[in-house]
């Protein structure tokens, strides 16, 4: 994966556990400044092995660790160095979502070898939104789940988000109000 995910896994780390459980972490797990590049990309292993070590210090499962970084996934790019690739997404959230693929199409151009996940509207609705996640790295809808639920909070959109059940990776946004038009 990507050294933005370890640096936002870092960050989301130091806001729960403070700095000294993050100097001990590090060294628990034999990582280096080098694992935390922004645009370089890591073998998907050593990313994982970083969500899971901090999925069990935290005392959560991995999915719902998972699902709260995505949620902190949303205000890290958005405070930082994808502060303005962010601003260009889109002024609603189902423009933001259509621009999805633009964006990580632009990021992948900077770093090569990256395998970026795709997102495709499947209904659009002033009711509700439904959306495909596609990616060759199974198990990250809880991290997806957490996104829609920060690019809802950034957007003030009150909504009810869940995976369809028995179809894939489909996620179902319904709006408690009709304001993401």
Sequence with gaps: MYGMIHKAARAYAIDRLGEP?????????????????????YPDEVTLGVITG??????????DFLRAFGRH??????????????SLGGETLPAFIRNLNRMHAGLAVAMPGSRMPSFYVMDDT?????????????????FVLGLLEGLCAMFAIEADI???????AVFDIRYR???AA
């Design 54 to 63: 901090l999925a069990e210090a935290m005392d959560m499962s991995t999915e």
């Design 162 to 168: 869940a995976q369809a059940p028995d179809e894939g």
């Design 21 to 41: 459980f993050w100097t001990t972490f590090v060294e628990q797990h034999a990582l280096t400044d080098a694992a935390f590049v922004l645009g370089e990309s």
């Design 126 to 142: 002033p009711q509700a939104m439904r959306l495909r996640y596609v990616s060759d790295r199974p198990g990250l809808e809880p």
């Design 177 to 179: 109000l009709s304001a």
């Design 73 to 86: 996934w949303i205000d890290f790019a958005r405070q930082g160095a994808f502060a303005h690739l962010m």
